[in-house]
């Protein structure tokens, strides 16, 4: 089992309507948690993070946390051709020697068509 | 404030040759972390340095180094290269504590 597991996708919306991206973890100390957005032949974009159970919102983005069942998930409403790309999951654990440490999921392919 | 940024971008090499990558920091960030990414595996962490001291390191093979200076640049080695190095290295720069990262545009390595 993965730590951090997503589903690979492509998950196709219509313009307009809300996609939802879902990130599940195995580790129950897990802290923060982060979601990045990349386009094809570029590098991973810090688009949000939470850290508390509930939902946190900036602009047309959600991310939802629920630690109790290890859950992590974004909303994007109003879903444009221009969010097409592969959200990245990332969680930060506890690692050795007390520090953390940042592990992403394989990502989702999101495609919204016209 | 400038972003964090990579040289080289573009790097073909041959098969036994070494790289040095290199990693240039956002300004007043201290941890610098490298990974790669490659089509099959994800993103893959490689390590992490803060304050010129390897904090985490991946499951790599030792012929993957790094090191950070005092200014928190930080530079990445592959000795003995092979064919399957061949991926998209990336930097991301952050403060060290909240863990929230941010890349930079990536070197990306082919080994033939």
């Known amino acids: 089992q993965k730590e951090v597991e997503q589903n690979s996708g492509p998950l196709s919306v219509p313009e307009g309507a809300i996609a939802s991206l879902n990130c599940t973890y195995s580790?129950?100390?897990?802290?923060?948690f982060f979601w990045y957005r990349q386009y094809s032949g570029k590098s991973p974009e810090l688009i949000m993070f939470i850290y508390s159970n509930g939902d946190k919102e900036d602009g047309r983005f959600t991310a939802q946390l629920n630690k109790a069942s290890q859950y992590v998930s974004l909303l994007i409403r109003d879903s444009q051709p221009s969010d097409s790309a592969t959200y990245l999951c990332?969680?930060?654990?506890?690692?050795?020697?007390?520090?953390?440490?940042?592990?992403f999921g394989a990502g989702t392919r999101l495609a919204v068509h016209p | 404030k400038a972003g964090v940024t990579q040289t080289p971008r573009y790097l073909i090499k041959t098969r036994g040759q070494q790289v040095t990558l290199s990693c240039s920091p956002i300004?007043?960030?201290?941890?610098v972390s490298w990974y790669q990414q490659t089509p099959g595996q994800g993103l893959q962490f490689l390590f992490e340095y803060f304050s010129e001291t390897q904090r985490n390191k991946g499951n790599f093979p030792g012929r993957f180094s790094g090191r950070q200076f005092s200014n928190s640049r930080s530079e990445m080695n592959v000795s003995t290269l092979e064919l399957g190095d061949s991926a998209l290295y990336l930097c991301a720069s952050g403060t060290g504590g909240s863990y929230e990262q941010y890349f930079g545009p990536g070197t990306r390595l082919t080994v033939t």
């Open positions: 990332a969680v930060k654990r506890p690692f050795s020697g007390g520090y953390n440490k940042l592990i």
């Open positions: 300004s007043g960030h201290r941890s």
């Open positions: 580790d129950r100390g897990s802290q923060s």
